[in-house]
């Protein structure tokens, strides 16, 4: 899980850089990522590899709404 503000702010930043991105937030208590996009410029899949990428990993069955977890956590 996201344990720290830095946490929150670099899943925050991974989302920020995808093209097409509307809005962001981020639910520390949560674990939640919410965020709009423009589906012309991209998918939901370019979203958690950005997540992935800045280290952590998702969970949900809203494309809408990620729940996201660091990848070295069990």
């Known amino acids: ?35 709009t996009y423009d589906e012309r410029m991209a998918s939901s899949q370019d979203f958690e590899q950005a997540i992935v990428d800045s280290g952590f990993t998702i969970y949900s069955d809203d494309e809408n709404k990620l729940h996201v977890k660091e990848i070295n956590e069990s």
């Open 1 to 35: 899980d996201m344990h720290s503000m830095r946490d929150a702010d670099t899943v925050l930043d991974a989302l920020l850089s995808v093209w097409g991105i509307g809005q962001a937030e981020i639910n520390l208590e949560k674990n939640e990522a919410v965020f």
